[in-house]
């Protein structure tokens, strides 16, 4: 059982922490400077990365990297980037 609800909490802190790196702009616009800064442009809202691939540009590329990561966090950060899923 526990390993089903360890599960459950990587994938929704996978998911939490992805979004925020591709999708929000965070505080004072920090985290949409560090994508403008890694090479992707805005075209509207959505983002266009030059030249090339960039993975802040994909969810599902981030959250393979971000699932990575998270594997090396103590179990209490995953619970907390979790609960910010709900």
Do not use: Q
Request: net charge positive; proline share 6%; glycine share 10%.
């Amino acid at each position: 059982m526990r390993e089903l609800v360890d599960l459950l909490l990587h994938g929704f802190a996978t998911w939490r922490l992805s979004y925020l790196l591709v999708r929000e702009d965070g505080p004072n616009g920090v985290l949409r400077r560090l994508r403008e800064k890694s090479g992707i442009e805005y075209t509207g809202d959505a983002p266009f990365s030059w030249p090339g691939w960039n993975p802040l540009t994909c969810m599902w590329c981030t959250s393979l990297w971000v699932s990575l990561g998270l594997r090396m966090l103590p179990r209490v950060v995953i619970k907390v980037l979790a609960a910010g899923a709900l």
